[in-house]
Structure formats: C-alpha cells, structure tokens
C-alpha cells in the first residue's frame, strides 16, 4: 500500500470516518498514519489541521498537556517535527523540539525518539551548537 501513497490517504480517511464516535486508541493510531500520508503527499495544509486536531486530544480542559498521554503527544511532536524539518520552520521547531524533553513517557518507542533526536541534532547542527548536536 506505500507504493501508492493517494490510496493510502483514501483509504485511512475511510477508516477515520467509521470511527468518529468509535475507539479512541484506533482513532487516534489511524489520525497519525494519516498525517504520514499527507507528510509524504506534501499536504502540509492537511497535516496542520490534522496536528491541532491530534493535539487538542491530548490536552486537558484548561489547555495544558495530559500528561498520561505523552506517549501518543511524543508521536505527535514527533510527526510536527518532521513538518517543521522538511517545509525549514526554525523557529517553530525551536519551540518544539525542548517540549518533547520534558514529557515522561512511560514507554518511548525508538522510532519515535529516532525522528525527535534526529531532527533535533541537525536543528543544533544548523547553529553550529555541536554540543548539543
């Protein structure tokens, strides 16, 4: 199915649709590989809405962050930062990058934590701020 990333895009959209008042987790799970899709078709209008969308479920009612759901929070700072990286937002990477250090995942998974230390060392590396790279 990667090979034809539009029918890929088709078919999670489908999916999401069933799932509106449905399984929180799967929703949440299918939302993310969505926002893949629309990362690798360069939909970046798409991801945006997608992203404030993934975001505003992991907050509580006074705006902050819940903490019980940094791992899904890792996976969507994670998803944002590869955003960030490839459209060349530095500022907006700036202010994201140190928000991924303070959450306490219970479990990190290393995919995850690979593209936040990735593109967190070449953000450090682009200000020639090699000890932190």
């Not at 799970?29 to 992991?58: F, V």
């Not at 994670?78 to 500022?91: F, H």
Request: aromatic content about 6%.
């Amino acid at each position: 199915m990667s090979d034809r990333p539009e029918e890929t895009k088709s078919l999670y959209i489908l999916t999401l649709e069933e799932l509106k008042d449905g399984n929180p987790g799967l929703w949440f799970t299918i939302s993310l590989r969505l926002g893949k899709s629309h990362l690798d078709l360069k939909n970046y209008k798409d991801l945006e809405s997608l992203l404030k969308t993934l975001k505003a479920h992991c907050q509580l009612l006074d705006g902050s962050y819940n903490q019980d759901k940094s791992n899904l929070l890792l996976e969507v700072f994670a998803l944002e930062i590869q955003l960030c990286t490839e459209i060349k937002d530095k500022k907006r990477l700036k202010r994201i990058y140190p928000q991924t250090t303070q959450l306490s995942a219970v479990i990190n998974d290393p995919r995850t934590m690979g593209i936040i230390k990735e593109c967190g060392g070449k953000m450090y590396l682009q200000e020639k701020r090699w000890d932190l790279a």
